[in-house]
T-cell receptor, first 115, second 110 residues
Framework: DSGVTQTPKHLITATGQRVTLRCSPRSGDLSVYWYQQSLDQGLQFLIQYYNGEERAKGNILERFSAQQFPDLHSELNLSSLELGDSALYFC??????????????FGPGTRLTVL | EDQVTQSPEALRLQEGESSSLNCSYTVSGLRGLFWYRQDPGKGPEFLFTLYSAGEEKEKERLKATLTKKESFLHITAPKPEDSATYLCAVESNYGQNFVFGPGTRLSVLP
């Protein structure tokens, strides 16, 4: 158990809909990262937040957005869903080490199925 | 553009048969290289961080090494419970970019 929690575990929805995925980081971690993992694409970095502020952006679509709240939990919002958005979505958290490295600890993921 | 490749794509070993997994990277200023283990349908589990060429880290049957262009994950006398996908990732000094490789799917047969 990494200490990172994600809800829900599974989500089934229809094309065109909007969903929200939630993540609570490990106690003391200020950074939260979101990743998408599909069978043909591997693990793709979407976005990082650090203490409430956006810090880095990866391959995140305009239909997707995220935020980190004052209690440090984060939400990933996916809208106008398409079949191709079906994937595992992982959240990870980290505390920056003295060397400035971000060892990330992953949650169990949310499996999104778009029908 | 930062890139990570891993080889082989899949590896099948007999229990006790040692081997190595390769991670090759191209990054504009390596800040750190990470190894993760991932079981099917679960989140990646952190194994090691390496951040300078020549560095080595060990944990049980696993040893990770780093050169300027690649990293190796050596598995000594593996057991069936070592079966998993092993992911390599790099963090760049520029733009806080995190790139994961496609992984090596390891199967250890009893």
């Amino acid at each position: 158990d990494s200490g990172v929690t994600q809800t829900p575990k599974h989500l089934i929805t229809a094309t065109g809909q909007r969903v929200t995925l939630r993540c609570s980081p490990r106690s003391g971690d200020l950074s939260v990262y979101w990743y998408q993992q599909s069978l043909d694409q591997g693990l793709q970095f979407l976005i990082q937040y650090y203490n409430g502020e956006e810090r880095a952006k990866g391959n995140i679509l305009e239909r997707f957005s995220a935020q980190q709240f004052p209690d440090l939990h984060s939400e990933l919002n996916l809208s106008s869903l398409e079949l191709g958005d079906s994937a595992l979505y992982f959240c990870a958290s980290s505390v920056e080490s003295l060397a400035g490295l971000n060892e990330q600890f992953f949650g169990p993921g949310t499996r999104l199925t778009v029908l | 553009e930062d890139q990570v490749t891993q080889s082989p794509e899949a590896l099948r070993l007999q229990e006790g048969e040692s081997s190595s997994l390769n991670c090759s990277y191209t990054v504009s200023g390596l800040r750190g290289l990470f190894w993760y283990r991932q079981d099917p349908g679960k989140g990646p589990e952190f194994l090691f961080t390496l951040y300078s060429a020549g560095e080595e880290k060990e944990k049980e049957r696993l040893k990770a090494t780093l050169t300027k262009k690649e990293s190796f994950l050596h598995i000594t006398a593996p057991k069936p419970e070592d079966s998993a996908t092993y992911l390599c990732a790099v963090e760049s000094n520029y733009g806080q970019n995190f790139v994961f490789g496609p992984g090596t799917r390891l199967s250890v047969l009893p």
